[in-house]
């Protein structure tokens, strides 16, 4: 139940990659910093899902990884939650459905989007810092690997658990992954895990003949057609939200 | 810690990868004191049949009973993985090999000392290794730490997939030799391409073809592999020495030394005659 590339042909798929990340991007920063209600924050996630269910994304993984972030919302809302005057359950149902939402996008954008298209959005952001001889096509690289290994951790978390029981953990006993406190020993591991991970990537890509100073030419070309134009206006009307209390000055 | 279970036994196993099913009904026992064996293709489903019994894989109809009691695999099992390399999660061999016995409230000091004797035991020096990241050993040094971490706290139950896998001639000698005498008072079930480094008299043998499991004693196993010639790959030292023979009351077993003197008994045999 990882959350990775999933094929397909619906609207969202067909995407310009640089409409899809850009919208990923304002949706993400859209959730993460707005101050609407509970209920509004819930009717756009709700608005979303239907609309990435109309278009045939695979939405059963994306939705089903949330539990893996399950400790950290209980963790938020208990943060949030707690104010002067005792829990406020509101604000800590809106801590926690910022969160999935931004969790969402992001799982959802890294299903309809491949490799490619990753690579392609990130190298289009960093193209104008080439021109002072920034290596954006290396680094568009490692922002792509960086944005995969997130799963990859999260996986890893699994991989953990499943080690502990293959050694005799007891699913209810001490020492499995079932508190907090049980969670952060396993951080430095899981770290570790992924940089050691990062670096038998590397030694995979060479080890197949990859060179990142090599000239490229594109497999797919993509276009910009009818439907980027409509999804464009998403990034537009988001920032025009969190522009405004600043132009109404 | 004696262990308690002498049976494990299947009951209509289905075992199934969404919509796909891999092994269907499914019957049998595992036993105490002997090794258990299962054999089959790449892809035939041992691996997805060790990770039922340990609970890892829950698509599945049918029951595991523990001397009729339904099997709970939590706290009661091990299991070696096929890819060492994904048991391991702490940060030096010694923490690792102690896990398990730190997960059962053991003493420091006596999992220390617990801890290197057992590493020794699987053939790897605890002063030299106790304080390298796992990740740092070679392929057999793993396969060897694996199977220590894995063991050390002598579970009821002892899964092991392809543990013969990258190891040298004398350690696998060793393994084999270290898993017959655990499987005196464990249930022990192994995983493996190599039956005859392992199979003995007393093996039983679960061949795991096409969706069906049959189960064999060694004799049976070599009787229809000799005579069937696309039922299962013998090695080809064996068959091209043994197949002369084959109609003979008794086969040797699977080992150079058991088939050479099977050999010379009946050419014996033969000069007396004429
Ligand atoms: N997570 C999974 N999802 C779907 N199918 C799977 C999964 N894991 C394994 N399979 C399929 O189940 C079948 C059996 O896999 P399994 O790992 O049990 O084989 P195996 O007998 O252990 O093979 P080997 O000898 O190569 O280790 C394979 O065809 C494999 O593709
Ligand atoms: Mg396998």
Redesign the pocket.
Known sequence: MQISYKPGSGLLHRLNPLTKGTVAFAAIIFFSVNNLSGAVIATIIAGFLLICKLSGVALLDVIMSIRRIGLLLVIVALIQGFSVDGFNPMLAVEAVLRIVGVFLVAGVYLTISSQSELTCFWEACFRPLALIGFPAREFALIMVIAVRFFPVILGEIERIRMAQIARGARLNGGGLLSSATALMPLMIPTLTQAVIRAGELAQAMEARGYRVSAQRTRYQRFRFGFIDLIAASVPLLIFYYLLRPFMSE | MASHVTELKLNNIKVK??SAT?LDNLCGNFTRGQLNLIV?R???????LLRTIAGFHKEFSGSIMADDKAFDPSGNISLVF?NPEALFFNGSVGEEVGYALKMRGVLPDEIECTSKKWLQQWGLDPECCWHRHPLELSGGEKRRLALAACTVFLPPVVLLD?PLAGLDVKGQHALADMLKAMATDHIVIV?T?EPEALMTDSSSLLYLRSGCGLWFTPETFLYQALSESDFFPLPHWYSSAVTPFREKPALPRLEAGAVHKFIQEWRRADADKL
């Open positions: 990868y969404g891999l089959g790449a892809g035939s489903g041992k691996s997805t096929q392809e995983v391409h």
